[in-house]
């Protein structure tokens, strides 16, 4: 069973920015990784995903130009960079997996295994 273990949230002001980790451990291999946010009442939505080729990304167009995906598959780790944060930004953000190379790159539906978050706040 994949488990993922996210890092590096916290608080920072309006045009700040912060690096997130996701390492990912156990025996199935993480073809695709994404990156999800939820805020209080709204759904999971998503923010940003690398395939395992790290060919092909993909943003969501709020955060475009701003945040940057990677991973480094030795270690079996993923990154989002985070730059301007805004107060929009505010959310606890989800690592995820999709355990397949095939299908969609943004579709909550489609990953299947996720991390227990971590809280990123951002202040203006």
């Known amino acids: 069973q994949l488990q993922l273990v996210e890092s590096g949230g916290g608080s920072v002001q309006a045009g700040g920015s912060l690096r997130l980790s996701c390492a990912a451990s156990g025996g199935t291999f993480p073809y695709i990784m994404g990156w999800f946010r939820q805020s209080p009442g709204e759904e999971r939505r998503f923010v940003a995903s690398?395939?395992?080729?790290?060919?092909?990304?993909e943003y969501s167009d709020s955060v475009k130009g701003r945040f940057t995906i990677s991973r480094d598959n030795a270690k079996n780790t993923a990154y989002l960079q985070m730059n301007s944060l805004k107060p929009e930004d505010t959310a606890v953000y989800y690592c995820?997996?999709?355990?397949?190379?095939?299908?969609?790159?943004?579709?909550?539906?489609?990953?299947?295994?996720w991390g227990q978050g971590t809280q990123v706040t951002v202040s203006s």
């Open positions: 690398i395939t395992w080729s790290a060919h092909n990304t």
């Open positions: 995820a997996v999709k355990g397949r190379p095939a299908g969609s790159l943004v579709d909550v539906s489609e990953f299947d295994y």
